[in-house]
């Protein structure tokens, strides 16, 4: 199939005009300008009007288990409040209720354009029920806070629970068959592991997470220096979470002098492996020279809207990019956002740092997120080889990239190279 489209953002070079994408099977196997792609190729031609054809986006930290809570916890006064207001609302959901929160999630994310997404959920049990729409990251999310010295048992029965599901793609017959080919080969659905926060999970889950991220090369996630709560907790040793946790059993040895920061470096010996972590918003001048010393860095996901909800600490975007560190943007969950669409969220983002081009804003959709899931040659743009995750939006000004930021319908969609 030839898609034809009058500009093809490539998110790998400059867009171009009067641009086509050739897809056989699932993948891209040439871009380029109409003419030239005609005289080379040949098939069905597929012409999408007036709009720019651009990479599927990319949702890079999400919990798809709490859609079924949008609406239901009004902005609280402190984010240990929120803590407790989402455990009150947790505490009436069954297994039948989360399957159906995920399935409705999965529905909305790809109604707005996201054919990817990094999912964290706390019920690793429920995937083998749930049919996979978009290409999925399942991250384990992990918490040992009432029973740290059963970390390694709890850590090893959400993997097992994971590679239960038909779509986990490291012992499906595709992936072998490309194993043997020597080609990377992406499914539909990878795993990785998300020891929730400092403040849930005890030192040695985040060891054993790593242990087993560097032996089966996967992915690892965490929320990290989040609140000024979190800040306060661990460097003060004191606060309203500190009291909360300490109020139910947690360990607290490891709070008054040290920044989140501090106490995540400590958490492992090496990081051998670069971390997508979320937020990162509270962070000293000290823990910036610690971010200078970090090798690989790790993966910065920024949720812009969910930021607002709490009103967080200023995001530090200048300054984690001008070290080296990647920056995504994901939705959170809709227990403190109001819909799992990106365009959305590029727009709140724009509001937040109204100097940051279109362009750039696109990457941190597009591009950013795909590195981080270490598929930047799969994902995240349009090129040759590339699997055949497009979509499409109106665009009539001369401001492309600002023009796709502002789309405020349902986009288009190619998932595995299939109109949707």
Same mark, same amino acid.
């Given at each position: 199939?030839? @898609? ?16 086509? =994408? ?86 909305? #994310? ?12 706390? !019920? ?29 048992? @709890? ?12 779509? !986990? ?15 990377? #080969? ?76 501090? =106490? ?35 993966? @910065? ?76 040659? #799969? ?6 080889? #590339?699997?055949?995750?497009? @979509? ?29």
């Amino acid at each position: 199939m030839i @898609i034809r489209s009058p500009i093809v953002v490539t998110m790998d070079g400059s867009p171009v005009n009067n641009g086509a =994408v050739v897809v056989t099977e699932d993948r891209i196997v040439d871009v380029g300008q109409f003419d030239q792609i005609r005289a080379r190729n040949s098939g069905e031609i597929f012409d999408l009007g007036e709009r720019a054809i651009l990479p599927g986006l990319i949702n890079a930290h999400c919990h798809l288990d709490y859609t079924c809570l949008r609406g239901k916890i009004p902005p609280q006064r402190s984010f240990t409040d929120w803590i407790r207001a989402i455990n009150a609302q947790k505490s009436e959901l069954s297994p039948e209720d989360y399957v159906a929160s995920i399935k409705e999630g999965f529905a909305e #994310a790809k109604r707005f354009g996201t054919t990817t997404i990094a999912d964290l959920t706390a !019920f690793p049990e429920l995937i083998p029920d749930i049919p996979v729409p978009i290409r999925t990251w399942w991250f384990a999310e992990l918490i040992d806070i009432r029973a740290p010295e059963h970390a390694n048992e @709890i850590v090893d029965s959400a993997i097992e629970s994971v590679r239960s599901s038909p779509e !986990f793609a490291a012992s499906s017959p595709v992936s072998k068959r490309f194993r043997r080919r020597g080609i990377a #080969a992406l499914q539909t659905a990878s795993w990785g592991l998300a020891p929730h926060a400092l403040f849930t999970a005890s030192k040695n889950l985040f060891k054993r997470c790593e242990e087993i991220a560097e032996r089966e090369h996967v992915l690892l996630t965490t929320h990290l220096a989040e609140s000024r709560e979190e800040m306060e907790m661990f460097r003060e040793g004191s606060g309203p979470l500190y009291e909360f946790l300490e109020g139910i059993g947690r360990p607290m040895d490891d709070c008054g002098n040290k920044t989140p920061l501090q =106490v995540f470096v400590g958490a492992s010996g090496s990081r051998p492996l670069p971390w997508i972590v979320a937020h990162l918003n509270e962070l000293t001048e000290g823990d910036f020279g610690l971010l200078q010393q970090f090798n690989p860095k790790f993966h @910065i996901v920024h949720c812009p809207r969910s930021h607002d909800y709490f009103e967080h600490s200023p995001f530090e975007l200048d300054r984690v990019r001008s070290l080296g560190f990647n920056v995504c943007l994901g939705t959170d969950s809709l227990a403190s956002n109001d819909t799992l669409s990106l365009f959305d969220e590029m727009r709140a983002f724009q509001k937040q740092f109204p100097t940051v081009s279109g362009e750039e804003i696109l990457k941190m959709v597009t591009a950013n997120p795909a590195r981080a899931l270490h598929q930047e040659n #799969a994902l995240g743009k349009i090129r040759s080889g #590339a699997f055949a995750d497009l @979509i499409a939006v109106p665009v009539n000004g001369p401001g492309l990239f600002e023009e796709i930021v502002a789309f405020t319908g349902e986009p288009w969609m190619m998932m595995a190279g299939r109109v949707q």
